[in-house]
């Protein structure tokens, strides 16, 4: 108990620190977006100050004390305030972030929970039959899918599935003749879209997963209570799955947490790709558009779900490895 | 009762050389007995245990010969045979015992995982059977929630000893078994476990480098060298005097505490390749006593009295070389 605690402690600190710097870093910078506007429509003409002081109330430019500033910030972020989008004007920031989160959560997240649960598998497969026929050929062709560039895979994949087969749309997340609501046209129509930047995300990334465990799996299976777990005339699924994987996964779920929390980042490269309406294909037209209350916003969610990763492979650690709660082995 | 028949063990090595590591083993140990198996390291005494267990990896090696157990051979059963007999006749028990837990299972777990897989089905029963078995190595029955961190060296050494005997096997192969605990621990561990040999009556093959330990332990002694059992006697005979030079140059490494100055002898030279065919008698090099026919043919194991050597010093002596 007094782990979880400790660790819930951390994780708030962190938080905190994170949250804190969010605030700074924008106020470090030269300038501030009105007058970068500004710059803009002054090579078109001059711009009165009665200009742009309506620009600074319209984008909301704060005043005050930086003092006063930052806990505005801070009670705006607990109201869950981001402002106003520069790029989507009049659309607040978390109405457009709310729009994206769910195409990025739902399919990043499932493929790369899917990529961990069948690479995983195979790996402990692979290195249960080490040496064998699917581990050697399994072995060589994870390492070059793993090493392939995403964006590559990406594209040969939209020329030959999109372009020249025309099997699957090359671009979006849903047909443009769709609007999104909650019916099987639509879900049907996301999912078709959906297929093609799975696939490559699923490519790339289980190689990754399966060596991992079948490398962990195989120092593992050199340990002694393996070979005292076979003596013992344990079945061989319970010393493959209870004694062998059940220890090798220990360090995976560590990376698995941190790959889930850099979900919501969204796979910047995918969607850009495949033009996929989620977060990361709005960072990318954050950063474009200089928009800075959704940039803030978006590397606030963005550090958030990091850290509650880390927090969630902290505690599942914790369940997983007896000698991580009671406070490191002896 | 094991015997053990012309054993073979050939680790398989990629690069051409293969190295035996087991030559031509045979010997047998009654109901009941405490047998030592007493050599330096690499002279194949840990894999003679773990081959007469089958716990080798078949893939890597060959092995030859016939382990019976009780008229069984071992070496010919199938694997879900194996597993059958596995634990419920023969249990091994690992060094220092560091890592023999699977960290993140409790202790019960463990227990209770192999009397699972042997069909004890009743869960009071077994706790019962296992807080006993606590007992009897001298440990709070209380251990039995904890996870295996959480114990000392000298602990975990007494649960895997409890742990071997949960079913009440009939031969239990110690490899090294105290060589990671200090002097005292050890000294507790071997004379518990000679009272529980006694009180339960099942078979031991203690393996261990160090011969004053098995000499102190064990009923009968096994000398090994380059993968060949030399001597093999009862622990007050070899006392009297040891047959095979190897054995006598082992002895010689102990002093004697009640003689005025100690002198501690080693024994010169190392012992020879074993992915090299050897030709003669293998401690050739290192033997004071060695004459012109050690160096060409291979002693046999020669039964005496109360025990065996190959040594051609006592072939010569039975009726000459060359027989």
């Not at chain 1, 994987?245 to 969607?271: C, K, W, Y």
């Amino acid at each position: 108990m007094k782990y979880f605690v400790r660790k819930t402690g951390f994780l708030l600190l962190t938080l905190w620190i994170a949250i804190t710097l969010n605030f700074i870093l924008p106020r470090l910078m030269p300038g501030n977006p009105a007058q970068a506007m500004m710059a803009k429509y002054a090579q078109r003409g001059p711009i009165t100050p009665t200009e742009e002081h309506a620009l600074a109330l319209m984008l909301g430019l704060p005043t005050g004390s930086l003092w006063s500033q930052y806990w505005q910030y801070l009670s705006n972020i607990l109201h869950g305030n981001f402002g106003v989008s520069y790029s989507f004007y009049p659309l607040s920031v978390m109405a457009v972030i709310a729009n994206a989160l769910p195409w990025t959560l739902i399919l990043v997240g499932l493929v790369t929970i899917l990529q961990f649960i069948v690479g995983t598998l195979l790996g402990i497969y692979a290195a249960w039959h080490r040496g064998k026929k699917f581990d050697s050929s399994a072995t060589v062709l994870f390492s070059f899918t793993s090493a392939l560039p995403y964006f590559w895979v990406a594209l040969m994949f939209i020329y030959v599935f999109g372009y020249i087969l025309n099997w699957f749309p090359i671009s979006g997340g849903y047909s443009g003749s769709l609007s999104p609501t909650l019916n099987w046209n639509f879900a049907g129509s996301a999912i078709y879209h959906s297929v093609l930047p799975a696939l490559t995300i699923f490519i790339t990334s289980i190689g990754g997963s399966l060596l991992g465990m079948r490398n962990n799996m195989i120092n593992t299976l050199g340990e002694d209570y393996i070979l005292l777990a076979r003596a013992e005339g344990l079945s061989e699924t319970t010393v493959a799955i209870r004694y062998a994987a059940r220890n090798a996964l220990l360090p995976i779920v560590t990376n698995f947490a941190m790959s889930l929390g850099m979900v919501v980042g969204g796979s910047l490269l995918m969607e850009t790709v495949f033009a996929y309406p989620g977060m990361g294909y709005l960072l990318a037209t954050a950063l474009n558009n200089q928009d800075y209350p959704l940039l803030q916003a978006l590397f606030f969610f963005i550090t958030l779900s990091v850290l509650l990763a880390n927090f969630m492979a902290d505690v599942i650690y914790g369940v997983l490895d007896p000698r991580v709660r009671k406070g490191g082995a002896r | 009762m094991l015997e053990v028949k012309d054993l073979w063990v050939k680790y398989r090595s990629q690069h051409g050389r293969s190295v035996s590591a087991v030559r031509g083993v045979n010997f047998s140990i009654p109901d009941g007995t405490f047998m030592g198996l007493v050599g330096e390291s690499g002279c194949g005494k840990s894999t003679l245990g773990f081959a007469i267990a089958r716990l080798l990896n078949s893939q890597q090696l060959e092995i030859s010969g016939s382990v019976l157990l009780n008229g069984e051979d071992l070496i010919k059963m199938s694997s879900r045979e194996l597993r059958k007999l596995r634990w419920d006749k023969i249990a091994i028990v690992l060094q220092g015992g560091m890592n023999a837990f699977n960290p993140v299972l409790k202790i019960k777990q463990q227990f209770t995982d192999v009397m699972k897989a042997h069909g004890q089905g009743r869960a009071e029963d077994r706790d019962q059977r296992i807080a006993e078995l606590l007992r009897h190595v001298q440990l709070d029955p209380a251990l039995l929630e904890a996870y295996p961190h959480e114990l000392s060296g000298g602990m975990k050494q007494r649960v895997a000893i409890a742990l071997s005997l949960v079913l009440n096997p009939e031969l239990v192969i110690l490899d090294e078994p105290t060589t990671a605990l200090d002097v005292i621990v050890q000294k507790a561990i071997v004379e518990m476990l000679q009272e529980l040999q006694r009180h339960m009556k099942f078979s031991v093959l203690f393996i261990s480098h160090d011969l004053g330990l098995v000499l102190e332990a064990a009923e009968r002694v096994m000398v090994m060298y380059a993968g060949k059992i030399v001597e093999e006697e009862p622990v007050e005979v070899l006392l009297e005097g040891a047959k095979h030079p190897y054995t006598e140059a082992l002895l010689s490494c102990y002093g004697d505490p009640q003689a005025k100055e100690l002198r501690f002898k080693g024994i010169p030279g190392s012992p020879p390749d074993l992915s090299k065919p050897l030709q003669g008698c293998s401690f050739v090099p290192r033997c004071s006593k060695a004459m012109s026919a050690c160096r060409e043919l291979e002693p046999q194991r020669l039964e005496l009295e109360r025990g065996a050597v190959a040594c051609h010093l006592y072939t010569k002596m039975q009726g000459g070389i060359g027989k």
